[in-house]
């Protein structure tokens, strides 16, 4: 597990370079954005989605030059390399979730806007996971274009997400909008609402772990 970790490390660097640097740029970008204003919400949603693609990436880069076939010839099966894809996108997501977090409670110090902080952070969360939860059992059970396409699902959704972000003027402005959406359709409170839907999303994340896991040993060559 260590070794896949350390080449999945060095392919990052190789291949996702630049995302990784855009990702942490656009980070600190909404650091400096001191207002709330909307253009703070879309550095901090787009540097999760881009992300959140890294270990997907990683896994079609495989599958493009062979190089995954001569893992199979050491001592590493496929569901540890399975399950290595899905540690490398915990430690991935959860870095920048840290990050955006420290950056949003940062800003947002002193503003009495803590409820408004931990929706941002459930929404990041949801994101960055949910990504993956999908788009890894595409790419191993479809790879190439096919996979491709079914990998872009969720971060299109994600993408209406950012754009709907734009359309407000704060961060309080979204929580006001999402407050009053949840209560009137479900009659819930929204903290409530968004800490099932964050459970929910790690709930389909670990179901997408034994899936993958299953679709890759059964995977022909």
């Not at 392919?11 to 995302?19: E, F, G, I, T």
């Not at 999760?48 to 010839?73: A, D, H, Q, W």
């Not at 409170?189 to 459970?199: A, V």
């Amino acid at each position: 597990m260590k070794g896949l970790l350390m080449k999945d490390g060095y392919l990052m660097w190789k291949y996702q370079k630049v995302n990784m640097i855009i990702a942490l740029i656009f980070s600190f970008i909404s650091a400096f954005n001191i207002d709330g204003s909307n253009t703070n919400l879309f550095f901090i949603f787009y540097s999760c989605l881009m992300i959140s693609f890294i270990p997907s990436g990683l896994y079609l880069v495989e599958e493009r030059e062979k190089s995954y076939m001569n893992f199979f010839t050491l001592p590493v099966s496929r569901k540890t390399y399975v399950l290595e894809k899905y540690l490398l996108s915990v430690l991935c997501n959860t870095a920048i979730i840290l990050l955006n977090s420290v950056i949003l409670l940062i800003r947002t110090a002193g503003q009495s806007m803590l409820k408004d902080s931990l929706m941002m952070i459930a929404l990041m969360t949801v994101m960055t996971f949910l990504t993956p939860a999908v788009g890894l059992p595409a790419v191993m059970k479809f790879g190439g274009t096919m996979g491709t396409f079914v990998n872009m699902i969720v971060p299109s959704f994600c993408m209406l997400l950012i754009m709907s972000v734009m359309s407000f003027d704060s961060v309080s402005d979204l929580v006001q909008y999402h407050m009053q959406a949840i209560d009137s359709m479900i009659h819930m409170d929204f903290m409530i609402f968004y800490l099932l839907i964050t459970l929910f999303t790690f709930l389909l994340y670990g179901i997408s772990i034994p899936l993958s896991v299953k679709i890759y040993k059964n995977k022909e060559f």
